[in-house]
């Protein structure tokens, strides 16, 4: 047996994560990834980017830091290999690769900034083989503060991939919000065309936080029935509710009910009565194609 410590820093619109795996390879048995630790750091760099186009001064500092003790962390971990990847937030700031460099020179952490074809790429290499394995189709759904990733899966194979500039973040006036809208639903309804029995896969801190609060057992799916009704007990309570009475950080309370509406359209416009969340995202996505040697330090 063979296990070998990797980390993986995402960050995203909303947050920044450190996830710390352990890999563990044995002969004639599959690779098994668990998840050593998973630290979360609530760095709003969609507020900076979605509005002014730069990284501010504070959010520069606090993401100096905030490397700077992931650092520290991988070190104590004992991390051998670790790729820190930037999201639709950093790639939209005009000094995102300034504020790149300028990590790396304070805190030796080296960041990339992907495009939402790879992040796609990236998470699609998780788990998610598991369930795409078949016949069935599905239509993978990552909800960002910044983007929204779909990618249609068809016998186990990626048949069409978008991304879409709608996050929970981003702020757009209501006739852009109507025209993404209409351009996402002209999307899923011309490549769900000719598939039957689809079904919707949930990605991101929001459908995770949907499917722990709906109690439900791992691996069992939440129907578009219940996907509506939750989003209605939501869209009822105020801010301040969904903080004290449900116990949501006030970073997620803010941004749960615009990623649900973005969930509940794509099963809608897809006819898919049910939706998957196998707790997967970028990090996951990332420690697995550090291994399979698809992604470089």
Known sequence: M????YAAIDIGSNAIRLLVSNVIVQENSPTQYRKSSLVRVPVRLGADAFTTGVISENNQTRMINTMKAFKLLMDVHGVEKYKACATSAMREAKNGQEVIEKIYKESGVNIDIINGKTEAAIISATDLNELILGDKSYLYVDVGGGSTELTFFSKGKIIASKSFKMGTVRTIDKETHKEI?????????????GLSKIALIGSGGNINKIFKMSTRAEGKPLSYIYMRAHYKFLKQMTYEQLISE??????????????SKIYINAMKWSGAKNIYVPKIGLADGIIKALHSGKLDE
């Open 2 to 5: 063979e296990i070998k410590k």
């Open 181 to 193: 809208n209409k351009k996402i639903k002209s999307w899923i309804e011309n490549k769900s065309e």
């Open 246 to 259: 449900l116990g949501l950080n006030p970073d997620r309370a803010d941004v749960i009910i615009p990623a």
